[in-house]
């Protein structure tokens, strides 16, 4: 079985950094594209970064220029950096793989449990 833990909200001021981790476990043998969502309260949920195996990236125009994802192969483990925050990217972040292989085949659309970010003014 695979699980998706996130790990690294939590409260900053507006102009601060966090740094958010997601680590895939379970039988793995490789892992697809993976990607951060976010849902604000009243919101629906909406991408925020993508990257592929290879390391391609796209972002959510909101977040351009101020978060960096990135990801360790190795370690089937997704990073989100997230500098300049503000107010309005106080959400529950969410950390998706697409696939996921598994000595059984591949499995699709796996999320972890969501992780909080607030930012305060």
């Known amino acids: 079985q695979v699980q998706l833990v996130e790990s690294g909200g939590g409260l900053v001021q ?18 697809g594209a993976m990607g951060w969502y976010r849902q604000a309260p009243g919101k629906q949920r909406e991408l925020v970064a ?9 972002y959510a ?13 190795a370690k089937n483990t997704v990073y989100l950096l997230m500098n300049s925050l ?13 696939s996921v292989r598994t ?12 992780t909080q970010v607030t930012v305060s003014s």
């Open 14 to 31: 507006a102009g601060g950094s966090l740094r958010l981790s997601c680590a895939a476990s379970g039988s793995i043998v490789s892992v």
């Open 50 to 58: 993508s990257i592929t195996d290879g390391g391609d990236t796209t």
């Open 61 to 73: 125009d909101s977040v351009k220029g101020r978060f960096t994802i990135s990801r360790d192969n």
């Open 86 to 98: 503000k107010p309005e990217d106080t959400a529950v972040y969410y950390c998706n793989a697409n």
């Open 103 to 114: 000595p059984m085949g591949w499995g699709s659309a796996y999320w972890g449990q969501g």
